[in-house]
């Protein structure tokens, strides 16, 4: 038997101390409960239901271990906010390894030059701006993924549900598609900061219209693709969600570790280097204890070198990561530090790819995450065993 309390109860501010008085247990009666050390009578689980507003199906529930062996030959997804095909390599990579046939029905994403790349990797073209394509006509798919852009949302203690406290966002156009088309799961990317974007209330809106509007099983963590074996220091959200229960274990084994000397190229082109008074200025700044390594420039000019990449940014500065302090990252080690296998076709200019690489997600990171999600999310078996985290 699993059990969210200390999640609701987190949400709600409430303390264990006041959750035990208001139920009429003690606090550590009610940490051995949230721990799941032991089951609570039907009396005592009612009452915290009651108290944190929440049906009491949705707060205890029992999680089937993974049934990889029950997996469906084929999962159809759509791919929204798709970029570059970040999720479309990811799920490949994972689908191949639990034997399933992956089958995109749908892609989305307003950016041409994003369009383009695309199109001249995957063979199809996706539609442009998903706010205005009517979530009914879309074809029927059992998995959706999205790297959505982080936006604030105007709440008002989440009163009147996601139709108008997310609207105008493109995280309503999710949850407007997940209530149509009600597939059986998803995976969602966005940067580290949405747990604390606005307050921690976009955050917020969004596990509620997830979890309590739309009826999902929810988990998420932050994880870095450094520990995914990518050279590439780049913290992300992953949220994940299933319409039956589930206990996602966030710990992963990673076989293959790609370091800087498997990423940069041994050619490249004068263009890609640095002028001689940046390379010089650098250079009086900063002294590097490893070689090769990226330097780095933070926003108030100071110099620091990893032998790995901090995250790739669309927006940044031209010269805000310099290999050897002396010269830019070229388009295809800005893919490789992504995980994009180097068949990936460059078909736009080395400004719009720099782009479309710093807004990618990291391959090898969601791929593991997709290859352990899916049985938990399609799979059938008996008993689960513990959430790692409520």
Known sequence: ????????????????????????????????????????????????????????????????????????????????????????????????????????????????FAQVSYEANFGEKPVGDITQVDERDLPDFQMLFAGFPCQAFSICGLQKGFEDNTRGTLFFDIARILKEKKPDAFVLENVKNLVSHDGGKTFKTIIHALRDELNYYVDHDILNALDFGLPQKRERIIIVGAKKPFSMKW??????????????????????????????????????????????????GNISSYPYSCALRAGASYNYLLVNGERRLTPREMLRLQGFPDEFKIAVSDAQMRKQAGNAIPVAMVAKVIEKFVPLAFGRGGEGDERSKA
């Open 1 to 112: 038997m699993e059990n969210r309390i200390r999640e609701y109860r987190k949400e709600k501010n409430i303390t264990q101390e006041e959750l035990a008085g208001r139920a009429g247990i003690s606090r550590k009666y009610l940490s051995m409960i949230e721990r799941n050390k032991t089951k609570p009578s039907i009396d005592i689980a009612s009452r915290l239901a009651a108290q944190l507003s929440v049906k009491m199906e949705r707060l205890f529930f029992s999680a089937p271990e993974a049934g990889q062996g029950n997996l469906p030959e084929t999962i159809r997804y759509i791919d929204l906010f798709c970029g570059i095909g970040g999720f479309r390599y990811a799920s490949r990579q994972a689908f191949e390894k639990l034997g399933i046939q992956g089958q995109c029905v749908f892609s989305s994403d307003i950016d041409k």
């Open 251 to 300: 710990k992963f084994d990673v076989d293959e570790r790609k370091t800087l000397s498997d990423i940069l190229e041994t050619e490249v082109d004068p263009k890609h280097y640095a002028s001689k008074e940046i390379v010089e200025k650098r250079k009086k700044m900063h002294t590097a204890s490893a070689v090769p390594a990226i330097w780095h420039e933070n926003k108030s």
